[in-house]
C-alpha cells in the first residue's frame, strides 16, 4: 500500500528495456533519462527513468561494438556504454537516434 503522505507527489520509476544488438523502439514518457546502460547476462540494456503519468514517447535505440563502421549518425545520441566479459570482452555503446 503506498504511503498516503506521498500520493500527491510526482511519481517516477525505473523500467528496464533489452536493446537487441541493431535497433530497437521503446517507449518511454516526455523527459524519461537513462539511469544506466549495461548488460543482463550478455544483453546490451537500458535502464530508464521515467514518470508514468508523462506523455508517452518513442526512443530508436542502438547498440554499437567498438569499430563498427557507419552506423552511428551525426545526431545520435550516446547513451552510455559497457563491458560484456564473455568469452571475449566486448566493449558496447549504446545510441538514441532521433525519430
Known amino acids: 500500500m503506498p504511503d498516503p503522505r506521498f500520493l500527491n507527489e510526482p511519481q517516477r520509476v525505473v523500467l528496464k528495456f533489452p536493446a537487441p544488438h541493431r535497433d530497437r523502439f ?9 539511469v544506466l546502460a549495461d548488460h543482463q547476462e550478455g544483453v546490451p540494456t537500458l535502464w530508464v ?3 508514468p503519468d508523462a506523455p508517452p514517447v518513442e526512443w530508436h535505440v542502438m547498440s554499437v561494438a567498438t569499430g563498427e563502421f557507419d552506423r552511428i549518425g ?19 555503446h549504446m545510441y538514441r537516434r532521433p525519430t
Do not use: K, Q
Open 74 to 92: 551525426p545526431d545520435d545520441v550516446h547513451l552510455g556504454s559497457f563491458v560484456v566479459r564473455e568469452g571475449r570482452w566486448l566493449v558496447w
Open 49 to 51: 527513468e521515467m514518470d
Open 26 to 34: 521503446i517507449n518511454v514518457t516526455e523527459g524519461a533519462t537513462v
